[in-house]
């Protein structure tokens, strides 16, 4: 039985591992991106929390057949997700604003600003 040059073997290793640590980019990138989107539209429930709570739960009730218990639970179900996550961003924030200086909390400031625009 004939055995490749060491040369090649080493060549096809490389190769593989190569392609392994694109493949692993490739799924942190997509998983990344998967999670910043189920951010996006788990924080952004349709104009809940911009005065269109009325407007949606009609819209549910309609397609969904809800009865006014089921209208109740879910708006009380979904106001404490939305005051729980507004605590949680807040939590946050400031655990970010307590490691940085003065001058870096001002250029922090303008960046979250910049970034809901």
């Given at each position: 039985?004939?055995m490749?040059?060491?040369?090649?073997?080493?060549?096809?290793?490389?190769?593989?591992?190569?392609?392994?640590?694109?493949?692993?980019?490739?799924?942190?990138?997509?998983?990344?991106?998967?999670r910043?989107?189920?951010?996006?539209?788990?924080?952004?429930?349709?104009?809940?929390?911009?005065?269109?709570?009325?407007?949606?739960?009609?819209?549910?009730?309609?397609?969904?057949?809800?009865?006014?218990?089921?209208?109740?639970?879910?708006?009380?179900?979904?106001?404490?997700?939305?005051?729980?996550?507004?605590?949680?961003?807040?939590?946050?924030?400031?655990?970010?604003?307590?490691?940085?200086?003065?001058?870096?909390?001002?250029?922090?400031?303008?960046?979250?600003?910049?970034?809901?625009?």
């Open positions: 039985m004939l490749p040059p060491p040369d090649t073997v080493q060549s096809k290793a490389t190769s593989l591992v190569v392609i392994f640590l694109v493949f692993l980019a490739g799924a942190a990138v997509g998983a990344v991106g998967m910043a989107q189920m951010h996006h539209h788990a924080t952004h429930l349709p104009a809940w929390t911009e005065g269109g709570k009325p407007i949606v739960m009609d819209k549910w009730k309609r397609e969904l057949n809800l009865s006014e218990a089921q209208v109740e639970s879910i708006e009380s179900t979904l106001d404490d997700f939305s005051r729980y996550y507004d605590n949680i961003l807040a939590e946050g924030r400031q655990r970010v604003l307590n490691v940085l200086d003065a001058g870096q909390r001002k250029k922090f400031d303008r960046m979250v600003e910049q970034a809901k625009h």
